[in-house]
């Protein structure tokens, strides 16, 4: 499928300069074929990719932001949103540039949109994330802000560096990604929270141009044949796919495919980037979306992106004694054990639950990476 209004320009008028990319094979008529993700855009010389981030450069596919970031925060990782992993504690956050999907409501599209690489700092090689997020006290990092798989050779980098170092890693992902590079990407991650951004093909190709399938494929990969941890997502947006009948096939097909334990949560759409004609989402559709998960079966859904503490504890799904309360993104009523029991009934919550709670809090904390801000700076958690 070749679908993707490529840039044949060279950057800012100089040569594009770039890391080997994997995933790629070349075509019988000369042009090489981007294997990553589900686009398989097929390039000329000097074209970049619809991510904008991959490009050819000669004969070979290129990755243009390996060692680039936008920048660098310390946020709770219940801000992911991950509700089930290593509660309380920080994460540091980071993205590049650029996105394999063109959704008209993106909530980050200045940074995915990301033309101007000049907004990337340049020093932000593999080690000194990993070393960073010790020196924070942060217990993971997150690839986030935009998609990850598009920069998969920096981030399987940044993720096998935290190993090394016991910091875990945490994808945030619309897991738009094709098999083989799904199976090298997640093999590094220890989290994922995955967009599943409706629940109808027309949904992604009208909003989106991407497929649902893909995105169905990957999450039913990570349940079936991986240790990752993961929990989805879904902003809904009024008129889109908010309706009733759509939540709960959605809700039915997760239940289904990913059993009880998967953590859903439902957003509220803030009216943004291409989609400022929908009004925000209102709470009772919220409401509505969480009263059809629970009806399926699921025990963990969560609303968020308003402030409703009812629809954003965790309860134990044996005796339903409050686990986790949360008001925002700082944790209230702590009911577990430090290995994650109902200390009520014994329950196991699923998740990935490591002593008591940390105590980060709704904090969100800039942080530069230089080796001077490096060095001066003392243990913030
Ligand atoms: S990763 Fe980028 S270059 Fe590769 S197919 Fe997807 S959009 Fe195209």
Known sequence: M????????????????????????????GRIQ??????????????????????????????????????????????????HFLPG????????????????????????KARDFDRLMDQAPPEAIAEAALRSGARSVAFTY??????????????????ERGVKSVA????????????????QMDAANIDLKGFTEDFYRKLCSGQLQAVLETLVYLKQETGVWFEIT?????????????????????????????????????????MTDKPPTPPETLLTAWRIAREAGLRYVYTGNIHHPATQATLCHGCGAALIGRDWYEL??????????????????????????????????????GPANMRDRAPLA
């Open 172 to 187: 945030v992902s619309a897991g738009y990604i094709c098999e083989e590079p799904r199976r090298e990407f997640f093999a």
């Open 332 to 369: 209230g009523t702590w009911g577990l054990s430090d290995d994650g029991l109902c200390r009520h009934c014994g329950t196991r919550c699923a998740g990935v639950f490591d002593g008591p709670p940390g105590h980060w809090g709704r904090r969100r904390l800039p942080l530069r990476l």
């Open 146 to 163: 935009n998609d990850p798989v598009i920069f998969l050779e920096y981030a399987v980098d940044v993720a096998q560096a935290c190993r």
């Open 34 to 83: 981007c294997d990553l993700c589900p686009r398989y855009c097929r390039l000329q010389e000097g074209q970049r990719g619809l991510c904008f981030v991959r490009a050819r450069q000669g004969d070979r596919m290129v990755l243009t932001t390996y060692g680039r970031s936008s920048g660098f925060c310390l946020d709770p990782i219940e801000k992911k949103p991950l509700n």
């Open 234 to 274: 879904t902003l809904l947006i009024p008129g889109e796919n908010d309706s009733p009948a759509e939540l709960e096939a959605l809700t039915q097909w997760v239940m289904e495919q990913l059993g009880p334990d998967v953590p859903l949560h439902f957003s509220a759409f803030h009216p943004d980037w291409k």
């Open 2 to 29: 070749t679908n993707s209004p490529f840039h044949s320009d060279l950057l800012d008028g100089k040569p594009l300069n770039g890391v080997p990319g994997r995933y790629w094979h070349a075509l019988p008529d």
């Open 89 to 112: 504690t920080a994460v540091l956050s980071f993205g590049t540039a650029g996105c394999n999907l063109t959704c008209k409501f993106c909530q980050n599209w200045d940074i995915s």
